[in-house]
C-alpha cells in the first residue's frame, strides 16, 4: 500500500548520508509500514508532475532514523527529507508531493561501473573499493542499490576509505554504465563488478556535489539593441549606427532570418529536459510562441517573451500563395493578412537523449506554422521566416511593466471575436463548446482575422456527454476565426492586426460551421512512426503523394478536369495508411479511413447505396483525403460468378464525379486484384517500395525508442537480418523481442511461476530487451513466415553434416554469401544470382544447399521440376511467377530446383502439341533475368543431366556457376563423409572408421556410405533384439554400432553409380569446363 509523502530539504542534511539517498522519521515511517523492520529499506518513489499527467517512478534507498521530527500530520502523510542535490539531479522540488511504497530489489548478475575521473579511477580499482564492497554485500542491515545511468548509489562505510568527504566524490564521480539482467537492483555477493575507464563522458552525466547554480539569466539592455542598417541578416544586433534616425523608427525597421523547424512543442514542457519560461512561469499561449535557445536569443539581439512581426521570405510567399493571396501579399493596404505577431521564449536545454533539439533553430507548433504560412505544407527540416521588432505599447499600463519598451509591447485586447467550428470527421461540429471555449481563452490568445485555433479536449466532460458517438476519444476542435475587433479604431488600422483574447475582455460569438485546412496537432502520446509527418522507411512515398496531391489543391486546380485519385499498391502491412495518413497531415487534410469490408453487403443495391453514403461524408468534411482500404473487397465475384459490374460502374462514375477538395486514395496489396474498370478510374498509381537496409534500421530505431534496449543490441545487424521485412513484420518483431525478454526474466527469478505483484516487481526493476531476446524472435517470425509463403519446415543442417566437397562448399559460399557479407560489390558487378550443381545421383547436391540456406540464414524454398507442370494452359507458368514472387517476400531466399532437367529440357524437342514446356521455359528464362533487380534472391538448380538443360540456361546472367558435385574417390574425403553421417550416431569406442573406409570400395557416392550406415544401424538392431530375447540385454541400454555391424553391412554395399556412368559425368564436366 503507497503512502503519501511530501519532499522536504532540510538545512543540513548529514554528510555521512549518499546524497541521493533520502531520510525518514522512524515512528511515521512504522505507522505507515508496520512490516518493514531494519535501518535502510529500498522505496519506490513516485512523483506527478504539475504541468503534465505523467508521473515518475524509481526507485530510492531510505534510511529509518530517530533523530527527526516532523510536523506534518502522521496519519494522512509521510515527510521523506532530501538534500538539495537529489531535487537537482531528478528534477523535483523542495515540499513537492509525491507518494512511497517498499520495493523488493531483485539481484544483480552484473554491473559495469564507469569511473570519470582518474582519482575515482584509481578509487574504484583498489583493494579498499572491492573489500569494502564486499563487506556491505555481507552486512544485511545496508541497502546496496544500482541503477543503469546513474550514480554509484552505494552508502558510505568506514571500509571503503577513511576520509567521509573522499569516499563520497569518488562516488559521484562513478557511473553505473550497465546493469545486468534489470535494470536497477540490488548488489550481492554474487553480483560481478566491471571498472571502466570513462574519463571522456561528459561532466553533466555525473553528479554535481557543489550545489552551485550557474547563472543562466541574459540581460541586455536598449543600448545593445541600437543599430540602423536595414539589410537583412543572422542578428538584429549586426547593424550600424545610424544617428540621423529615431530610435524607435530604427528598432522597428530592423530585419533578420531565422531557421525555424516544426516541433510539437508540447514536448518542451518535459520538467526533466528543459526548464521553460525563465523569468515566470504564467500560463502561455504556445501557439503563438517561437521557442530559440538562449546562445541563439542572444545571436538574434531579442528579449525573452518579446513580441516581433513574423513572415515568410518573398521569394517563399511567391511560390507558396496563389492567386487573391498572392494579390494581398503584394499590396500594402492588404500585407497585414501576411505577416503576424509572434513572442519569442527562450528555454534551457539540458542534455537529454530523448530531445533532439538544436541550439541553431527555434521551434514552431504546427498550428503556428499553419497561421504563418497560410497552409503551406509542412516542411520536414528547416525552414526560414523573416522576423523584425515590434515595439508599439498597447497602453500606458503596460508600460510600467519594464523600462525596456521592447519588453513592454504587447498586441491589444479584442473587443469581439467571431468563431466558427471547423466541419471535421473527428468530432461533430454542432456540439456545446462554450465551457471548453471559457477554459481555452482562460489564458490570453493571440488572434488574427483567418486563424486557426486548435483547443485540445482531452478530459473534457461536455466532449463526452454530447459527442459520444462516431467520434476520436479525445479530438483536438478546431475553430476559424471570422472577424476580430479592437476597442479603438487606432488598433483596427494598425498593420499587423492581431489582438489578446481571453474571456475577461473578450465578447466571443459562435458562427454556423464552415470548411477549412486544419492542421494536425500531434498531441497523443507514442512511437513516433505513427505520428511523423516523415515516417521512415516510406517517406519516399509519402513525398510521392504530395506531389500527386498537392497541385490538385491549389487555386490552379481548376484547369485540371478531374479529382484527384491515387491507387497505392503494396503487400499488407508495408505502411500504406502510414504513408496516406502523414501526407494528408503535411497538407492540413482531414483523413477519413473506411475499410472496404463495412461497405460490401448481400446484395449490389445494398452496396451501392452505402459506398454512396460514404462519398457524400467525404463530400461534406472536405478539404479531405478517403482512404479505401482493401478496395479489391468491392465487386468481388459471388458464387464463382463474374465480378459485379454494377457496383464496379457506380464507383467509377463517383470517383469520377468527385470535387477537387475530396482525395481519394484506395489500397491494395496487387493491381492483379482489381478489375480493369477499377484500375483506368485512378489517375495515378502509387507502389510502396521493398524497405532498403538504411529504412528498416531507421525504422528499427524510431519504433524502439521507448523500449528499454540492451547494451549488446545492435540495430544494423538486425536490419541485415531483417531483409524482406515491412513495417508491420518490424513491429512484429519487436513485439515478440519483448515477449522473450518478459519469459526470460520470469525464468530467472521467478521459475516455480510469478504472481501479479511479482511481476509489477519486475516491471520496477526495468526489463530490458536484450539481442537473445531478438535472435529468438526473429526465428519464430522467420519460421511464421516460412509457413505463411508455403516453404518447407527443413531441417537445421551444418556444415558438419556436409562431409568432404571443401572445393565445392568454396565455390558456393564465394557465390552466395560473399555478396550478402559486402554489399558493396553489388556496385562492382559482381554479383552471381544462379547457381547449376550437376554430378552423379546422390552426391549430396539437396544436402548443400540446405546447408547453405541455414549458414546463411536464409529462407529455402525447395521446387521439384515435376510440381509445377500443370495441365490448364498458362497454369505453368503462372506457377513459375508464384515460386519467384514468394521468394522475393521472403528475401533472402534461396530457391531450390531439384530435378531441373525435367523443368527446363531443351526447346523443341518436346512432343507435347501445345508447346507447354517451351513456354515454361521461357518464362522460367525471364524470371531468372528479372533476379537482378531483387538482390537477395539466389537460385541453385540441381540436375543428375545437365546435357539434357536448354543452353539459353547457362549463359552467364542465369545460372552462370556450374558447380560439379562429384563422388569422393580418395579415402580421407569418404572418411570425413562417413564421419559428417555418424555424427548423431552412438559408434563404439573399439570401432576404427579408417579400417571401415578401407574396406568400401572407391567409387561411394554420399547415399552409398549412408546407406552403409543405415544397413549396419539395421544389423546392430537385430542384434540387440537378440540379446534382448536371450536375456543377455536389456532394453534400457544405449544402442551402439560396433565393427561386426559394419562387416554386415558391407556384404550387401554396391556401388550406386558404375565405373562407366561415372566415366560419362567426367566427360560432362571436361566438357562444361571448356567452355
Known amino acids: 500500500m ?38 535502510t529499506h529500498a522505496l519506490l518513489f513516485s512523483s506527478m508532475d504539475d504541468r503534465s499527467s505523467s508521473k515518475r517512478r524509481f526507485i530510492v534507498c531510505a534510511h529509518v532514523t530517530a533523530e527527526l521530527e516532523t510536523n506534518v500530520n502522521t496519519h494522512t502523510c509521510l515527510t521523506v527529507y532530501v538534500s538539495r542535490c537529489f531535487l537537482r539531479h531528478y528534477g523535483l522540488k523542495d515540499h513537492s508531493h509525491g507518494s512511497v511504497s517498499p520495493q523488493p530489489l531483485l539481484p544483480l548478475k552484473r554491473i559495469v561501473i564507469g569511473a570519470r575521473t582518474k582519482q575515482s579511477l584509481r578509487w574504484a580499482s583498489s583493494q579498499k573499493f572491492s573489500s569494502g564492497l564486499l563487506v556491505l554485500t555481507s552486512c544485511h542491515t545496508h541497502t546496496l542499490l544500482a541503477r543503469q545511468g546513474d550514480v554509484l548509489l552505494i552508502p558510505y562505510h568506514h571500509s571503503l576509505g577513511d576520509d567521509a568527504a573522499h569516499v563520497q566524490q569518488c562516488l559521484s564521480d562513478v557511473m553505473v554504465l550497465e546493469c545486468t539482467p534489470v535494470s536497477q537492483g540490488s548488489i550481492t555477493m554474487n553480483t560481478s563488478v566491471l571498472v571502466s575507464d570513462c574519463r571522456d563522458l561528459p561532466i553533466s552525466a555525473g553528479l554535481d556535489m557543489t550545489g552551485k547554480l550557474s547563472s543562466s539569466s541574459l540581460f541586455v539592455s536598449d543600448f545593445a539593441q541600437y543599430a540602423n542598417s536595414l539589410t537583412s541578416s543572422s542578428s538584429l544586433l549586426s547593424s550600424k549606427v545610424m544617428v540621423s534616425s529615431d530610435f524607435s523608427t530604427v528598432i522597428q525597421a530592423l530585419e533578420c532570418r531565422l531557421d525555424v523547424r516544426v516541433l510539437d512543442v508540447s514536448s518542451l514542457y518535459k520538467p526533466v529536459a528543459i526548464l521553460c519560461r525563465l523569468h515566470h512561469m504564467d500560463p502561455l499561449d504556445v501557439d503563438s510562441v517561437i521557442f530559440v535557445n538562449k546562445s541563439l536569443l542572444l545571436k538574434l539581439g531579442v528579449f525573452n517573451g518579446e513580441w516581433v512581426v513574423a513572415s515568410l521570405p518573398s521569394d517563399k510567399v511567391k511560390s507558396y500563395l496563389k492567386g487573391p493571396d498572392l494579390e494581398e501579399c503584394e499590396n500594402p493596404s492588404k500585407r497585414r493578412a501576411c505577416v503576424h505577431l509572434v513572442k519569442i521564449e527562450a528555454f ?37 521566416i523573416k522576423i523584425k521588432r515590434w515595439n508599439k505599447v498597447s497602453s500606458p499600463a503596460a508600460s510600467q511593466i519594464s523600462a525596456s519598451a521592447c519588453r513592454s509591447a504587447a498586441p491589444p485586447y479584442a473587443k469581439e ?109 507514442g512511437v513516433s512512426v505513427w505520428t511523423s509527418l516523415c515516417p521512415p522507411g516510406v517517406s519516399c512515398t509519402v513525398e510521392k503523394l504530395l506531389t500527386i496531391i498537392q497541385p490538385h489543391l491549389s487555386e490552379s486546380s481548376i484547369t485540371l478536369k478531374r479529382g484527384c485519385s491515387v491507387l497505392l499498391m503494396g503487400p499488407n502491412g508495408c505502411g500504406k495508411s502510414t504513408a496516406v495518413r502523414a501526407a494528408s497531415r503535411r497538407l492540413h487534410l482531414h483523413l477519413i479511413q473506411v475499410d472496404c469490408v463495412t461497405v460490401c453487403a448481400d446484395t449490389a443495391a445494398a452496396c451501392e447505396v452505402k459506398m454512396k453514403s460514404m462519398f457524400e461524408r467525404a463530400e461534406l468534411h472536405h478539404p479531405c483525403v478517403l482512404l479505401l482500404k482493401h478496395l479489391e473487397l468491392l465487386g468481388q465475384p459471388r458464387d464463382g460468378t463474374e ?21 481519394v486514395v484506395g489500397s491494395v496489396s496487387s493491381a492483379r486484384d482489381l478489375s480493369p474498370d477499377v484500375l483506368t478510374a485512378f489517375i495515378h498509381q502509387v507502389t510502396v517500395d521493398s524497405l532498403t537496409e538504411d529504412q528498416r534500421r531507421m525504422m528499427l530505431s524510431s519504433l524502439s525508442e521507448d523500449l528499454p534496449l540492451g547494451k549488446d543490441v545492435n540495430l544494423a545487424r538486425i536490419a541485415k537480418q531483417t ?132 549458414e546463411c540464414s536464409m529462407t529455402f524454398l525447395s521446387v521439384k521440376g515435376p510440381e509445377l507442370i500443370n495441365m490448364y494452359v498458362g497454369q505453368s507458368e503462372e506457377n513459375i511467377r508464384e515460386v519467384f514472387s514468394k521468394a522475393r517476400s521472403a528475401a533472402p531466399c534461396i530457391v531450390f530446383f531439384d530435378e531441373l532437367d525435367s523443368l527446363a ?171
Not at 352 to 380: A, C, E, K, M, R
Not at 458 to 486: A, M, T
Not at 826 to 847: E, I, N
Request: proline fraction near 6%.
Open 417 to 525: 471575436l467571431h468563431i466558427e467550428a471547423v466541419i471535421s470527421p473527428e468530432y461533430n461540429c454542432h456540439g456545446v463548446f462554450e465551457n471548453l471555449l471559457h477554459k481555452h481563452f482562460s489564458t490570453a490568445r493571440l488572434v488574427q482575422q483567418g486563424h486557426i485555433l486548435g483547443i485540445p479536449s482531452q478530459g473534457h466532460p461536455d466532449l463526452v456527454e454530447h459527442n459520444s458517438e462516431g467520434i476520436f476519444r479525445w479530438p483536438v476542435l478546431y475553430f476559424k476565426v471570422k472577424q476580430v475587433s479592437g476597442f479603438s479604431e487606432d488598433d483596427d488600422d494598425d498593420e499587423v492586426s492581431s489582438y489578446l483574447a481571453d474571456s475577461y475582455h473578450t465578447s466571443l460569438y459562435m458562427g454556423s460551421p464552415a470548411h477549412s485546412l486544419c492542421p494536425c496537432l500531434v498531441l497523443q502520446k
Open 905 to 1075: 529440357p531443351n526447346r523443341g524437342h518436346t512432343g507435347d502439341s501445345a508447346g507447354v514446356m517451351d513456354r515454361v521455359v521461357s518464362q522460367l528464362l525471364a524470371e531468372l533475368d528479372g533476379l537482378h533487380s531483387s538482390g537477395d534472391v539466389f537460385v541453385i538448380g540441381a540436375t543428375n543431366r545437365p546435357d539434357l538443360l536448354d543452353q539459353s540456361l547457362l549463359r552467364p546472367g542465369r545460372f552462370d556457376k556450374l558447380v560439379y558435385v562429384g563422388i569422393n574417390e580418395d579415402k580421407e574425403s569418404q572418411l570425413q563423409v562417413l564421419k559428417a553421417i555418424l555424427r548423431k550416431f552412438k559408434v563404439d569406442p573399439s570401432v576404427c572408421l579408417s579400417d571401415v573406409v578401407d574396406s568400401c570400395p572407391s567409387q561411394l557416392t554420399g547415399a552409398d556410405l549412408y546407406a552403409l550406415c543405415s544397413d549396419a544401424m539395421m544389423s546392430a538392431i537385430k542384434r540387440k533384439i537378440l540379446q534382448i530375447n536371450e536375456g543377455v540385454d536389456s532394453e534400457s541400454s544405449a544402442l551402439t554400432l560396433c565393427s561386426q555391424d559394419f562387416r554386415q553391412a558391407l556384404t550387401g554395399l554396391t556401388p550406386s553409380v558404375s565405373e562407366r556412368e561415372l566415366n560419362r559425368y567426367k566427360a560432362l564436366q571436361q566438357k562444361f569446363n571448356a567452355k
Open 723 to 854: 531483409a524482406g521485412f515491412v513495417l508491420g513484420d518490424i513491429c512484429a518483431l519487436l513485439t515478440g523481442a519483448g515477449k522473450a525478454a518478459h519469459r526470460r526474466l520470469l525464468k530467472t527469478f521467478f521459475p516455480d511461476g510469478a504472481s501479479e505483484q511479482d511481476e509489477e516487481d519486475l516491471c520496477v526493476s526495468g526489463v530490458k530487451v536484450l539481442s537473445d531476446d531478438f535472435s529468438a524472435a526473429l526465428e519464430a517470425l522467420q519460421d511464421a513466415h516460412s509457413q505463411a509463403i508455403g516453404a518447407p519446415k527443413i531441417p537445421s543442417v551444418r556444415w558438419q553434416d556436409v562431409g568432404g566437397l571443401q572445393q565445392v562448399k568454396k565455390e558456393i559460399l564465394d557465390t552466395i554469401q560473399l555478396p550478402l557479407d559486402h554489399p558493396e560489390l553489388l556496385s562492382l558487378g559482381l554479383r552471381r544470382s544462379g547457381l547449376l550443381l550437376y554430378g552423379p545421383p546422390g552426391t549430396g547436391k539437396t544436402l548443400l544447399a540446405k546447408a547453405v540456406a541455414t
Open 2 to 39: 503507497a503512502a503519501p509523502v511530501k519532499l522536504q530539504c532540510p538545512d543540513e542534511f548529514p554528510s555521512h548520508i549518499h546524497p541521493l539517498h533520502v531520510l525518514v522519521n522512524k515512528s511515521t515511517f512504522t505507522q505507515h509500514f508496520p512490516n518493514c523492520n531494519g535501518p
Open 348 to 384: 534551457d536545454t539540458v542534455r537529454h537523449s530523448d530531445l533532439d533539439v538544436n541550439d541553431h533553430f527555434g521551434y514552431i507548433s504546427p498550428l503556428q506554422w499553419f497561421n504563418l504560412s497560410g497552409g503551406t505544407p509542412v516542411p520536414v527540416g528547416n525552414t526560414t
Open 643 to 663: 465480378t459485379d459490374s454494377r457496383i464496379i460502374s457506380s464507383l467509377c462514375q463517383i470517383i469520377t464525379a468527385l470535387p477537387a477538395s475530396v482525395v
